[in-house]
């Protein structure tokens, strides 16, 4: 059974800073298309400030630093999209056992309770055209994996990679929640720009995974 | 992107700080916080008024913050909602042992920041009450989707909710009367020109010159639709019969109106648009009671207009004409 | 060009009409002019004040009609000065037989349309006198050209010289006070994009993306030079330091400022010239006792902003803070 | 020695404001540089009033004419030029004898009371920059031409031409009066408009003496 280290969990936070932070005008362009121009700079503000805390925390549990990135993210982005990562993340640390290494089955766990919090917060379901057609049909596979023989780093980048086409699928739908669903069907023919920003934290989640 | 600031990222931390040195008599900055709340509270007992949401749009929200109508104001970076520890610190200004009534526009994220914020609130014994504006009616309302979005109509909820908190309401019939005020507005607007978010630097749309964006909203988000530009006496109509129509305003009524700008619009282009208004008002055989016309509710730089209609009764016309006295709104009774 | 009207020669007829709709309890046209005058007038035996006008300045002048500033302001066409018969009208307006004080921004065309009425003024018997406002160091005075031209500073003398007639002072003392605030005050601004003219069509002059026009005039004529784009502290700074030496200001005296947006600029960036301002004053050990931020003086959808200084004395600070209620500018006393 | 009818004088008005019209953006322009881009604008507005109410007036003397036109100028054209032409036009009728023919010499006489009142009204001399460097030197030419034998259309067509020429001769200049005297050395490198539309004063005067 594998397992996650602090440091691996803090890599992949730093790996998602990185990726948004590249992706910050990508992201904007998005949202301007069908939202008001800010996700990219928005996350980018908050993963800045998740990365600085957790490297002037000192080291412990991988709670505690999902706890620190939580209140961070709460309080650093704004908008829809600091919402729902802070309050997911808050329950994500909430879920986790309080060590500095958890096993998989942990993680998943509280990945679990990261997407139902999101559930809660947005009232999103599938086909919405939100960041929740990259993390549902995530769960179901990351779930599956949990009982594969696959090894860990490559089928973590097989589900980055469909995360990707999970994303560039919300382009076809109409936006029934968020900023977006304000088009009506004007939204479709744009990729929703939270989806993005998901699924480069599953292309930080296999990065992070093939380095440990 | 050429604007007057420093640097993006401190944009609204020195403008906050430069509305207080611009209305020292009206508002003081809470410590640490992007919350401007009033230089002279509210007496105790009282209902505390709290607004908030993206920066941008000034003079909302701080522009409200005064005798009369909001007691603080959030602000959150240019265009995003705040977090909800800086609108919990805006409760806590707001709050004179009465509770505390949040005003909040109908999106997604200032609705959750809101909520996590009255969590936080609720935790500590402090009690609120939510009215969710949702002026917008270029936006279609359906139970399947998120609703409308709440625009310039916010500020009329402010004024009548405010005045009645003055009064020494509770928070329940506060709530009530801005649930009504909310029953009661229908706003719509369109853009002759983009803005540019400060953060991205380039505008957010561009249109042609003979282009115009209908039901856009005020943050740049893409209206209903791209049409031809039109007169004032075109635009003003094809926005009026909306509203009238979504109201479903008939003969004899009373309505007060807004025509705000949405940022980069002069003056003169206004003052046509409330001219051809009164001629429409008096054509539906309605009676204009009060027009509040100029800078409202704005979307940064951007060139254009939205018109919002609010059916009156007694007590809340009452209410709008009573005094107040906040950065952006005076009443002066005599 | 993208505006919101319906006819570039009805513009200006339109929007004095709309003004009324819009602030009918403080305006009214007279009749067959472009003058609008107080709804409610002044009482006789006081000083009438007259301000006007090219239009396009919103809320300058109709938006400072009204108790504590002007009695009727005569509006011409977009920044063209208005025609004698119209200032005459006005003059008529404002006169409640102590005789009428006009406020005139140090242009050619205005002096001249001005003084062309006054002739006519005479022939009536009405006795009228002038203060000519010509705050604009952007401009080199001489002797032997037309001197400095007036901008922003203006709506100070409305305020001072408006606050002194209506304590019941006679035209005599209310020309001394208004030349008084015209010796104090120095303003200056920059443009980032020009305005249209509508008449004309096309933007009056075009910046690059990284260009301003430093000490820009209000209807849109070039200033001193075309700078580099800056930011908001050194804009701040290059403003206030040229005022101040003006001025010829010391430490330990007391200023009132103007923190003055072209038209498109918005809110935020103008809190941010009034941080930087304030720290500016307190660097100079000036003290800075009142702030005027908004739209005050504008030039159509012009972004950029112009900063004006005002020394202060006990009367003239008196004055600025007295009671006032136009549709511009609304004081409260308490 | 010839004289002037009236329809020759309206004749003059009439396609004075033809060449305005014609040259409104022209005019403009010339102000967008080192004004406020209105001259055209105020001119031809005025002009066309004029116009119509010389159009609307019953035929009577040059002087009523001219009053009606001072009249009209002064309250429609605004700006530096309306009261400057409509001042002008006043002290010319006042000049003028009240009949519906004048002689050459009145006319001229009548020109010279019209600069005298702009110069009066607008304190300008002789190389300010303005339309003074039009209509001082083409008084003194004219007044010249008083005594000499040359046609009178023909020398109108020269002085048409100097017009031109005096008004080119503007660009060099450093404005002294008006708006342009706000730019300093900057104002030196455009043509003052209101020189420009004096100058068409003077080509409408050679056409409308040229088909008298
Ligand atoms: N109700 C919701 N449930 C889940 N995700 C949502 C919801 N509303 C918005 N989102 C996500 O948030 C993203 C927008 O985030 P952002 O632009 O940062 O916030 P805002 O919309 O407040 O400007 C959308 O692209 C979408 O993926
Ligand atoms: N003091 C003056 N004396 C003579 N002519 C003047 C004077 N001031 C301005 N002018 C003329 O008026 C013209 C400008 O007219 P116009 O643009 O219509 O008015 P404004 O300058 O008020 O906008 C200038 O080009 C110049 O020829
Ligand atoms: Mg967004
Ligand atoms: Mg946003
Ligand atoms: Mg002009
Ligand atoms: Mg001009």
Chains 1, 4 share one sequence.
């Not at chain 2, 604007?3 to 410590?31: C, F, H, N, S």
Request: with cysteine.
């Amino acid at each position: 059974m594998p397992s996650m280290k602090q440091v691996t969990f803090r890599d992949l936070w730093q790996r998602f800073a990185e990726l948004v932070h590249e992706n910050k005008s990508v992201l904007n362009d998005l949202d301007a298309a069908i939202g008001d121009a800010d996700h990219g700079s928005n996350m980018d503000r908050g993963l800045e400030k998740a990365v600085e805390a957790l490297n002037a925390s000192p080291e412990g549990s991988l709670r505690a630093d999902a706890k620190l990135i939580g209140m961070t993210l709460m309080s650093t982005v704004g908008g829809a999209s600091g919402a729902l990562w802070g309050s997911g993340m808050l329950k994500f640390a909430a879920a986790l056992p309080d060590a500095p290494e958890v096993t998989w089955a942990d993680f998943v766990n509280a990945l679990g309770a990261f997407v139902e919090a999101l559930s809660k917060r947005g009232q999103a379901v599938a086909g919405d055209k939100t960041m929740m057609d990259v993390f549902l049909p995530a769960m179901v596979e990351i779930q599956a994996q949990l009982s594969d023989e696959e090894s860990l780093p490559a089928s973590m980048v097989r589900l980055a990679d469909q995360a990707k086409a999970w994303s560039d699928g919300t382009r076809d739908l109409v936006a029934k929640r968020g900023r977006a669903a304000y088009l009506g069907e004007r939204s479709a023919g744009h990729i929703d720009p939270g989806s993005l920003s998901s699924a480069f934290w599953f292309e930080a989640l296999a990065g992070a995974v093939g380095q440990q | 992107m050429k604007k007057i600031i420093d640097a993006v990222d401190t944009i609204v931390d020195q403008a906050l700080d430069g509305m207080v040195i611009a209305y020292p008599e009206y508002l003081q900055r809470v410590e640490g916080t992007s919350v401007l709340a009033r230089r002279v509270p509210k007496g105790t007992g009282k209902v505390g008024l709290v607004s908030g949401g993206g920066s941008g749009h000034e003079p909302a929200h701080a522009g409200y913050v005064g005798y009369g109508m909001l007691d603080a104001a959030v602000a959150g970076e240019v265009f995003t909602s705040p977090t909800p520890d800086q609108v919990y610190a805006g409760i806590k200004a707001a709050d004179h042992g009465a509770g505390v009534l949040l005003v909040v526009k109908n999106y997604t994220g200032d609705v959750m920041n809101f909520d996590i914020a009255r969590e936080l609130a609720d935790a500590d014994g402090i009690a609120t009450e939510v009215v969710l504006v949702n002026d917008d009616i270029a936006v279609q309302d359906s139970l399947y989707t998120t609703g409308r979005r709440g625009i310039a109509g916010t500020v009329f909820v402010h004024k009548i909710a405010g005045a009645t908190a003055e009064e020494g309401a509770s928070l329940a019939t506060v709530k009530a009367v801005g649930d009504e005020v909310v029953a009661n507005i229908a706003s719509m607007g369109f853009a002759l020109t983009s803005c540019t978010v400060p953060a991205n630097g380039k505008p957010t749309f561009e249109l042609g010159e003979n282009e115009i964006e209908m039901g856009v909203g005020i943050h740049g988000e893409p209206g209903i639709e791209r049409m031809p530009m039109m007169s004032a006496a075109d635009l003003t109509a094809f926005l009026y019969h909306r509203l009238v129509e979504e109201l479903a305003l008939v003969p004899n009524e009373r309505v007060a109106a807004m025509v705000n700008s949405m940022g980069a619009t002069p003056g003169i282009e206004l003052a046509i648009m409330a001219g051809h208004l009164a001629a429409l008002v008096k054509g539906s055989q309605l009676s204009l009671e009060k027009v509040l016309m100029g800078e409202f509710m704005t979307s940064l730089e951007m060139a254009g207009a939205s018109l919002t209609l609010l059916r009156l009764d007694d007590t809340r016309a009452r209410r709008l004409g009573a005094a107040c006295d906040t950065p952006a709104l005076r009443v002066v009774t005599h």
